[in-house]
């Protein structure tokens, strides 16, 4: 660990990249813009998505799966959609390599070129109300909840690890309902579902809102998000919620027969959360020392280090930590003892600070002569000694300490970094001066969005639902507002 | 279900297709060659993955991820692997459209082509391989023990439902070894926890065995298999495990460095299961009425249906199904109570019998009055009254006499249909009756099995692990053989 890593201050970017390459999250392939997930970054996102399944399961939706390619001509179906995503897309265009004549290797096989291009989805409605056309006839088809948990491929020309990588892991649910008010219903529940996950489980408070026209999903009526801030004052949109009104049922004719016998077109949501959240976990909590991973999400919550001189001393360590562990376990702890006699205590302190261990315990001989142990905390690096007795139950209680703290902290840093400001003049100085959220009124049109991104490079992240405002005016143009919305530079 | 379906007699390919919309488990997307799987057949497949996934775990290995795309070259890098895999698969060409300026909607943006291009992966030991070269220097980054769940693609001209799809969804297992027999112990080691699960899961006996040389993983030096035997008594290859030997640390020039500070090449393995194993265990167990799902696998494992002329007996009947569910949830078995009053019991019967149920318990107030319930078994079709009284621990015990009953009868079928046979003759007369595993004396050459493939269409399944026999005399050619193997036509 001699190697020089950035702090936040000196370069909040690099530091970032070093962070998930000393925490051996996730690293580049050599194939432009994808990504590889290491083993102990997969298994923070196996957390989170476990947990989220849970929740899909819990709320009445079920897994399935959709195939990665689809025909060119679906994209274009649903007119805003093929404008959204046929831009960058990966494009299949033959099914057969063959050996080079000429000795060149192995080339594209020209005569097997398919009659028709294939995409590989960069998210998958057209292909699923395609297959919903065949499911849905009568109203006692409905509804239709149902998650799929993929891979999706959206070209990138510039990529940061789980940020924006061509390649990308998530969850696409995609509801089919009989009335617009149950869709509704539905889009809402799974924001919730979201803002409950982020907050509850990454230790991460967002904001709910409704996006603007120009930043909604393409073939959405309305698109709900919520919006996190990140260390650097910067918005990360976290995860999203679409009603898709019936405009997908429209595209590929999906309609039902109600109780009365009529025909109607469909209703349609569609909801996701990607390994993005990966980034967004590391930049609300990580610090200068490394990755700092909320308790019940970490893949290890405790690591049990032995200090000792002879084998002697480790034995009796060994003994101990035995009974330490079958207590944690017991009570479903995720620990570890590292006792690899190859790695000095400092290096490992550092390697699982480095990885955001939320708890470590050292164990030396002098510590079990007193019958206690040393506690580290990841979040606030206080160290103390905590007494062997009932130990399991004093760890259970701190890691839920942690995790409360680490959502109350992040929630005062939100607080302090979030403004009321009322004039044009006064939001480009405090944007200039430090990047956060600008609660400030806006006059619902377009024109005054995108001069206010010109000028400034911050968007509306949302219109918010929690943060009740009275009407105002514009702080650009002085015409009404219904109330405030959310400013902000984002990633 | 007035549709007439296809019995095993009658139509075994056409019963097999029935089958799997009957059961709702899977359907043929409008994407060539691509399948979409259905709620309930994803249950059954998470369920296999779930616990084939703590299988993993248990033994050691890590999940991660890497990227979709292996560029065209690094195929190439393993002479006999491009051999096998690059010949038909999906290739990435370009990675933009653009709307057709003569208004014929999107086409491929003839600016957008890639340098090279990208084979989406249809294994991905060369990508992951190439990964491998970073990460490993010294015999103490070794073993590397990890495994991918993914999808992969294949493309395929003739597909079925889950035996043979163009994209498919697998686990693959890839590790480095610092020596050659820890590399063979992980193969066999795998092979085992397969087969573990074939048999204590899926309720399928399974052949362990090696492939011959010409049926060898592309890349591999030694390939391990599973074989399994389907109803109309044709094999089906239900997971395989490589040992790679070097081939692939050379490919891609993976040294590292031993204790002495040697250069040596890793050794290395992979094996994989995919979804093929959901047409295996429909194969296995199920009969005319539907599918049979065995209980450790089941998505539901009893169903519990209401019979009732008025509401005041449907009240009672709730009542004590409130009881017997609760009462069998507490005991972890999945039970689903179907009440819904638009369809009649005799339709519900035949539904979760299509379904594969292994338990329906139907309830009508006499029963209720004498303290009982009907239970019908999915195996064995037998049906009986059970007390309600211990009424979890009666239907934990005939969950567990189902499963184990599954198993003693394919157990059994395959018993019946596998014969030594010593001359060629007989083994043709025979085969030409009645499909099975047939096992017999080979020479050991490619000649006389590529002979036996064209003449008979059946195949060398495997040289058994477990099945000892004498040397003897090759059926076709009179040349020595080490023992006898196994020959059967195969999926």
Redesign the interface.
């Known amino acids: 660990m001699s190697q020089k890593y950035a702090t936040r201050a000196e370069d909040y970017s690099k530091w970032y990249n070093d962070l998930i390459s000393r925490a051996d999250l996730a690293?580049h392939?050599?194939?432009k813009g994808?990504?590889?997930?290491?083993?102990y970054g997969?298994?923070i996102w196996?957390n989170m998505r476990d947990i989220l399944d849970a929740k899909f399961k819990e709320t009445g939706h079920?897994?399935?799966?959709?195939?990665?390619?689809?025909?060119?001509?679906y994209?274009?179906k649903e007119a805003s959609h093929?404008d959204g995503f046929?831009?960058?897309?990966?494009?299949?265009?033959?099914?057969?390599?063959?050996n080079d004549p000429n000795g060149g290797?192995?080339i594209?096989d020209p005569d097997a070129k398919l009659e028709e291009?294939?995409?590989?989805r960069p998210t998958s409605e057209t292909?699923i109300w395609?297959?919903y056309k065949?499911w849905i006839q009568s109203y006692?088809d409905l509804p239709i909840l149902?998650n799929q948990w993929?891979?999706v491929?959206r070209?990138e020309m510039k990529t940061r690890l789980f940020l924006r990588t061509s390649?990308f892991?998530w969850q696409e649910g995609h509801t089919a309902h009989a009335t617009k008010e149950e869709a509704i219903r539905e889009t809402e529940q799974m924001l919730d579902v979201y803002a409950e996950f982020a907050e509850k489980y990454m230790a991460m408070p967002v904001i709910k809102g409704h996006k603007t026209e120009s930043e909604r999903f393409a073939g959405a009526d309305d698109t709900y998000c919520i919006e996190a801030m990140m260390q650097d004052g910067k918005a990360l949109q976290a995860g999203t919620s679409h009603f898709l009104g019936q405009n997908f049922a429209k595209a590929f004719e999906v309609k039902f027969s109600d109780a009365q016998g009529k025909q109607e077109y469909v209703w349609a949501t569609s909801w996701g959360v990607s390994t993005r959240l990966m980034g967004a976990l590391i930049m609300t909590h990580s610090d200068d020392e490394g990755l700092v991973v909320p308790p019940l999400l970490a893949p290890i919550q405790v690591v049990i280090v032995p200090i000792y001189r002879t084998d002697e001393e480790l034995q009796l360590i060994n003994e101990a930590v035995a009974k330490i562990s079958d207590e944690l376990k017991e009570l479903k702890v995720k620990v570890k003892y590292d006792s690899d006699d190859?790695k000095r205590p400092g290096w490992k302190f550092a390697e699982y600070e480095a990885k955001g261990v939320p708890v470590r315990i050292a164990i030396g001989p002098r510590d079990l002569a007193n019958g206690v142990v040393e506690i580290a905390r990841r979040d606030t690096k206080e160290k103390y000694a905590m007494n062997i007795e009932n130990i399991g139950d004093s760890v259970v209680k701190l890691l839920s300490e942690i995790q409360e703290n680490l959502l109350k902290k992040a929630q005062q840093f939100r607080l302090d970094n979030m403004h009321e400001v009322d004039t044009y003049e006064e939001f480009k100085t405090q944007l200039e001066k430090k990047s956060g959220f600008y609660l400030a009124h806006w006059d619902g049109t377009k024109e005054t969005e995108a001069r206010i991104k010109e000028e400034t490079k911050a968007t509306i992240r949302c219109i918010p639902i929690d943060i009740p405002s009275g009407p105002g005016k514009c702080m650009v143009t002085g015409a009404p507002s219904k109330g405030r919305v959310v400013f902000a530079k984002a990633y």
């Open positions: 690293e392939s050599d194939v994808m990504m590889v997930i290491k083993p997969y298994a196996e079920q897994n399935a799966y959709f195939p990665l390619f689809i025909p060119k001509s994209l274009s093929v046929a831009k960058e897309c990966a494009v299949v265009t033959h099914y057969r390599l063959k290797g192995v594209v291009e294939l995409i590989v292909i395609n297959s065949k006692r149902i993929a891979n491929v070209w390649e892991l190859q």
